[in-house]
């Protein structure tokens, strides 16, 4: 089975902190995104990357940044963390396997890591 | 970009069928009908997926409308352990990589 581990569960930060939420997959996919999910608004995308060191903004980029140096890891930077960015975090990863169908693999995702920022 | 639209909130009891609606009346000829399920305290997980056929799995089964303007995911016997919230999106080659997430149906299933 494929494995996506976020390295934090729980996280609390103060405002101004530079945070960094890690993501590791053992199955060498190549694709690896970032999400947050918040009460009535569902999953909304922040980053993805199809490759190593290649990154593509999602729907809310602003105030993060991402790292992509080795393909199994994918990591969520806040370069000054907000009250407004304490949310749940969810890395997924997948593969593109048939280059045709690839937009039908389906994303794995790890257990999310819960951010407090006060 | 096509929406989906779901109910809030379906309740079960357990042992009986479930039928999870979601409405996409500006489904595109590429567009795939996927679901996902996230139990509580996890992240989500892929169900089924389909374009026109009704498709089935170990897990689930998906009808789509011949139209395609709807799909229904069913669930054979709901048990407790299907208690969680669903999601239908849309996913297509130019959107391939950006799944966007609704809110998605809270199923509770009861005894």
């Known amino acids: 089975d494929v494995k996506v581990t976020q390295s934090s569960r729980y996280l609390v930060k103060r405002t101004g902190e530079k945070v960094f939420l890690e993501c590791v997959q053992d199955?060498?996919?190549?694709?690896m995104f970032w999400y947050r999910q918040d009460p009535g608004l569902g999953l909304r995308l922040i980053y993805f990357?199809?490759?190593?060191?290649?990154?593509e903004k999602g729907d809310i980029p602003e105030g993060y940044s991402v790292s992509r140096e080795k393909k199994e890891r994918f990591s969520l930077i806040l370069e000054s963390a907000s009250t407004n960015q304490t949310s749940m975090y969810l890395c997924?990863?997948?593969?593109?396997?048939?280059?045709?169908?690839?937009?039908?693999?389906?994303?794995?995702f790890g257990n999310g890591t819960r951010l407090t920022v006060t | 970009d096509a929406k989906t639209t779901q109910p809030n909130s379906m309740e079960s009891n357990e042992e009986e069928p479930v039928h999870l609606p979601c409405n996409h009346s500006?489904?595109?000829?590429?567009?795939?009908i996927h679901w996902y399920r996230q139990l509580p305290s996890q992240g989500p997980e892929y169900v089924i997926h389909?374009?026109?056929s009704n498709v089935n799995n170990r897990m689930a089964s998906l009808a789509i409308a011949e139209d395609r303007k709807s799909s229904t995911l069913i669930l054979h016997r709901a048990t407790l352990r299907d208690a969680a919230v669903y999601y239908c999106?849309?996913?297509?080659?130019?959107?391939?990589?950006?799944?966007?997430f609704g809110t998605g149906t809270r199923l509770q299933v009861t005894l």
């Open positions: 997924a990863s997948s593969s593109p396997a048939d280059q045709t169908f690839s937009y039908n693999s389906p994303l794995h």
């Open positions: 199955m060498d996919h190549e694709n």
């Open positions: 990357s199809y490759d190593v060191k290649m990154k």
């Open positions: 500006t489904i595109s000829g590429t567009d795939y």
């Open positions: 389909g374009l026109t």
């Open positions: 999106i849309l996913r297509n080659p130019g959107t391939a990589s950006k799944l966007t």
